[in-house]
Each structure stands twice: as structure tokens, then as C-alpha cells.
């Protein structure tokens, strides 16, 4: 929980009662909708004409990803009033009288055993025109990538805003009772494909995407105490970069992926520092004796928000990224924590808290305007989505951790979670994590 996260990078016991098999895939349920999202029937697509078992239903896949945006509300499947394939097979009226405003229909063909062409257009229904066509080649391994990539398109195209559904999320899993306890996952932004990235019988903390989305950077307790280490998924090869005594918490990569600032004890209390992860130099940005921890990096790299109880209660601080005096961003509230930087730099995700209850807000840097965005009194870990229109963050529910994803507006909240066990620590890669 959030209170307890704090402390955690001095006693790593968030993750102490973690339970959960490391590969169930994480499935998609709506909590709660949108009104005034507009209205998009997605129709099966045509398979007749690939194998007779085609192993994904890219519609779904689409549908359920448009659902997730809050700005679009597929159309349930058993409601469709027809099956078209193709435009010239749409008969418009019928889609109009249903309510809908875009449709969605395509085809897959099959080339060679495994290797498919997928054919789809985006179809306005009020103007009886296409809006957008395209035909992609896919194999099975890729199929959901696929998928996620015509989600993509159609929602840039109707909203002028690049999707984030072929995207990776990275979080921590525990599982009682198999060879290793904690693990390290990546998985498709819906939860599907998830990997080990590590596996320990000790507790593993922070995951942190690099900019480009090659590598990850987290805490490791493998050795009985904590140190961070910057793995590359591709290869799986990893380097350890910090194993200070006390602690080694926190890691953040800057924007241009040189430099990760992290939190050290090494010099007495828990501070602020910044590595240069190519000549392994430090800078101390904080002498303080409170908590100074969870840093992020501004957009343009030029200052860092990180959290501190300097004065009294965990609140969001600022400081150069060449140091300087702190500067108190957050106010409202008793409690904020776990700062997350939209990717245009305006605003802030944060845990805030004021009466014992802890949910996801979103602070606006120029108003000082804070919204809270989730109604439950358990979450942690906000993450921005690359686009900016999304959250990725983890609820406490019952004894689990579970993950959601929530709107920027609030409005539409899905949760990921395959019903049990505990999943947490969850951050959104960057475009080009897929």
C-alpha cells in the first residue's frame, strides 16, 4: 500500500506477502464505463479463407483495446446487426439505426502455413465513407501485436493522437508457491504474453523502463540486501550498478538514458543521487536527514520530482538535476507520493492522500489543479501511458494487488488481473517497447 511503499526502500516489506503464478496471463475486465465515448462496432473478422483454427480474434483484441482508451465504446458483439467483411458489403442504415458511428471490418488471408495477410478499414457511418485501409502481414507469433497496431491506427485517426496499445508494461509478481518466488514480468499493454524477465527467491522492487525500451533497470534483493541492476531484454544480459551499503533504491532513467537517478543511504540518510551510467560517476542532489526518494526526471531532463517527508508528511518535492535548493511542489493533502510525469511534461500522477485513504490523482503543473481519479483506498504505482491518455497503476483488493488501468479523465477504469494473487509495481514502457 502506499504508506508502507515509502518505508520500503529501508525494509523491502511491500513485497513480503506476494502470492501468485508467474504465468497466468492477465485478462481484461470493464469496472466502469464511459458515457459519451463514441460508439464503434467492431465486426469479427473474416477468416473463412486462412486456417480453420486461426489462433486470435483480432477483433476482440481491437475492440477490447478501443474500450480501454475511454474515448471509444466498442459495440457488445451479440448487439452487431450484420457481419460485413468488406465496405461494399455495409449496408449504412442498419449501422445508423444501431447507434454507431465508426465501424471496423476486415479479412485475413493466408499466404503460406502461418504467414497471413490482415486486411481492415475503418468505415464512417454517418458519411458513408472509408476513413482507412490497410493491409499488414503477420505471422503467428504476432498476430496481438497486430491487433494492437489497428487499434492503434483507428484510434490516431479518429482522435489525432498516437495509440499506445502495441506497448509493453513492466511489473513484479510473487508466487508462493513454485522454485522462485519473485518475479520480474513484461507483457502487451492488455496483460497478454507476459515473460520473465528474473526470477529470485528474494524480493525484486523498482522496475523502471530505459527511453528506448531495450532495457530495465530495478532492485534486487538476491544478495540479502538491495542493489540495482540495468538488464537488456533482447539478450537478458544485465549489469549491476549500484551496490552501496544501506540502500540502493529507486532507480529513474533520465530522458536521454545516460544518467539514472536513484536513492542511496550510503552517506547516512536516504538521499537523492543521480549515476552517469557510462562512467558510473555520482552526484548527490539532497542532503537531508528525512526520506528523500522515488525520483523522476522531468521531460527535458532538467530537474528531477522526488518524494520527501521533510516536512512531516511524504510530499512531492523538485530539484535541479545539477542540484540546488528543494522546492515544495504539492500542498493539498497530507499525503503525496509516487510521482509520475506525463510524457508532454504538464502533469503529475501521484498517490495522494488526506483521510486515510489512498488513490490516484493528477496534478496540473500551471493551475496547481488536482483531480483525484479513482474511487478506491488502496493505489500505488501510477504510470503514464506513452501517448499521455492512459494510467497503468496497482489496487490492493482484499489481501492482492491488482492492476488498472484508469482514464486521464477518470471516467473509464479497467482492471488486469487474472482473480488471484498479488501483482505490483507496475510501470508503462515507452513507444517502441513492444
Do not use: C
Not at 478499414?121 to 454517418?126: A, E, G, K, P
Not at 487499434?151 to 508457491?177: L, P, W
Not at 520480474?184 to 528474494?202: H, I, M
Not at 488498472?404 to 487474472?418: C, N, P, Q, W
Amino acid at each position: 500500500m502506499p504508506l508502507k511503499k515509502l518505508v520500503s526502500y529501508l525494509f523491502a516489506a511491500l513485497l513480503a506477502g506476494m502470492m501468485q503464478n508467474a504465468h497466468a496471463a492477465l485478462t481484461i475486465e470493464i469496472t466502469q464505463g464511459v458515457d459519451g465515448a463514441l460508439p464503434i462496432a467492431v465486426v469479427p473478422f473474416d477468416t473463412s479463407r486462412a486456417s480453420l483454427k486461426f489462433p486470435v480474434d483480432l477483433a476482440e483484441i481491437v475492440a477490447s483495446d478501443l474500450n480501454r482508451s475511454g474515448v471509444l465504446k466498442a459495440m457488445e458483439r451479440d448487439a452487431l446487426p450484420a457481419s460485413p467483411h468488406y465496405s461494399n458489403q455495409v449496408q449504412y442504415p442498419r449501422w445508423r439505426n444501431a447507434g454507431q458511428d465508426y465501424l471496423v471490418v476486415g479479412r485475413v488471408l493466408e499466404s503460406s502455413a502461418g504467414v497471413y495477410t490482415i486486411e481492415f478499414q475503418l468505415l464512417d457511418v454517418l458519411k458513408k465513407k472509408q476513413l482507412l485501409g490497410r493491409s499488414m502481414s503477420a505471422r503467428k507469433r504476432n498476430l496481438r501485436s497486430r491487433a494492437h497496431q489497428i487499434s492503434d491506427f483507428i484510434y490516431e485517426h479518429i482522435t489525432g493522437t498516437r495509440g499506445a496499445f502495441n506497448t509493453r508494461i513492466a511489473y513484479v509478481r510473487a508466487q508462493k508457491d513454485a522454485a522462485r518466488e519473485y518475479v520480474l514480468q513484461v507483457a502487451d499493454s492488455d496483460g497478454f504474453n507476459p515473460q520473465n524477465v528474473l526470477e529470485s527467491d528474494e524480493p525484486i522492487m523498482s522496475p523502471s523502463w530505459s527511453p528506448d525500451g531495450k532495457s530495465l533497470a530495478y532492485v534486487s534483493f538476491e544478495s540479502k540486501r538491495p542493489e540495482i541492476f540495468i538488464q537488456h531484454l533482447a539478450t537478458a544480459r544485465r549489469t549491476k550498478v549500484s551496490g552501496f551499503r544501506g540502500l540502493n533504491s529507486a532507480p529513474s532513467w533520465s530522458p536521454d538514458g545516460k544518467f539514472l537517478a536513484l536513492v542511496l543511504s550510503k552517506d547516512g540518510s536516504a538521499d537523492i543521487y543521480t549515476l552517469n551510467t557510462a562512467t558510473k560517476r555520482l552526484k548527490r542532489l539532497t542532503r537531508h536527514r528525512s526520506i528523500d526518494t522515488e525520483p523522476v526526471w522531468s521531460v527535458d531532463g532538467r530537474e528531477i520530482i522526488f518524494t520527501s517527508d521533510r516536512s512531516g508528511a511524504p510530499q512531492l518535492y523538485r530539484i535541479g538535476a545539477e542540484g540546488g535548493k528543494p522546492k515544495r511542489i504539492t500542498f493539498e493533502g497530507r499525503y503525496n507520493a509516487a510521482a509520475n510525469l506525463s510524457p508532454d511534461g504538464k502533469h503529475i500522477a501521484m498517490v495522494h492522500s488526506d483521510r486515510g485513504q489512498y488513490k490516484i490523482a493528477q496534478y496540473e503543473r500551471e493551475t496547481g489543479n488536482l483531480i483525484v481519479l479513482t474511487d478506491s483506498s488502496l493505489d500505488e504505482s501510477p504510470s503514464f501511458s506513452p501517448n499521455g491518455k492512459m494510467l497503468l497503476y496497482a489496487s490492493t483488493r482484499g489481501s492482492n494487488g491488482l492492476l488498472f488501468v484508469v482514464s486521464i479523465d477518470g471516467r473509464a477504469k479497467h482492471k488486469l488481473s487474472d482473480q488471484a494473487g498479488d501483482v505490483r509495481e507496475p510501470v508503462w514502457g515507452p513507444f517502441g517497447s513492444k
